[in-house]
């Protein structure tokens, strides 16, 4: 079959159940199967959801591309700068030993981590790359703890849905899905090159979400929480809520 033939007969078939109650039926069954993004009524609408429901049934359980040692940027890109304030400074001239992670919402037991907490779970380390949607990138080796873990010891309730994240940084929060947040990729980032997480890239804690672009990744983690609905953390300025790779 040509590509434009399949693709006549792909929008057929969506024009087929776009009918008033075959849009309900497919709509509910896409939503069964968590294949609905948070922000779908959004101004995305329908595009979006089709790119994260496809996705999702693509790459559930597919791996980021990882590299090799060689393949790591000697200059990795720092993008904008660390959070201003007293606060910040102080928690850095003491190496972070007072900085916490806050892990809450659907947990059967809400913890607050330090880094030592953080760094007793065992590690784990891989070069991704990291692709900014502005259009530059680089590889690097990040090394810390699988979000799943961490997740996992506080004990995950039933009803969870997604997993939101929050910077010390002002306006720097953002969320995934169960499928990126019990992904083993995902990571809670301590480490950058063999080295600490440099406060450029994050440091002390960042989070990795290898499979999605950059903002994702959000930098100064300070809170975890597990949701089963985002209605009460809107998503920072404008960009896409699910912007897989
Ligand atoms: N707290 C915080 N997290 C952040 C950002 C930020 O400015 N502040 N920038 C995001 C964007 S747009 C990208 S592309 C990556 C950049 O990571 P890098 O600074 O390690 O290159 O971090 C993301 N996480
Ligand atoms: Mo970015």
Known sequence: MSKLSRRKLITGGLAATAGVSGLAVAARLANRYGLIPPDWRGIYGAGETL??????????????????????SSKPFANGRPPKGDDFKRL????????R????????????????????YP??????????????SFIAEWIGVPLVDVLNAAGILPQAR????????????????????????????YGMNGGELPVGHGGPVRMRVP???????????TRITVTDSLKDFSPEGSYSWYAGI
């Not at 947990?107 to 880094?115: D, I, K, Y």
């Open 162 to 189: 997604y997993v939101v994240y929050f910077s010390l940084q002002k306006g720097w929060s953002d969320s995934i899905d169960m499928a990126d947040a019990l992904h083993p990729q995902t990571l809670l980032t």
């Open 211 to 221: 499979r999605q672009l950059g903002y994702k990744s959000v930098k100064y983690l």
């Open 92 to 99: 850095q001239a003491a190496g972070f030993a007072d900085w």
């Open 51 to 72: 790119t994260y429901a496809s996705q999702r049934l693509l790459t559930r359980h597919s791996m980021a591309r990882e590299f090799s040692r060689s393949q790591i």
């Open 123 to 136: 590690s784990r380390s891989q070069i991704t790359h990291l692709a900014c949607e502005e259009g530059w």
């Open 101 to 120: 992670i806050a892990v809450d919402g659907m947990v059967a037991r809400p913890a607050s981590l330090s880094l030592a907490d953080l760094k007793s």
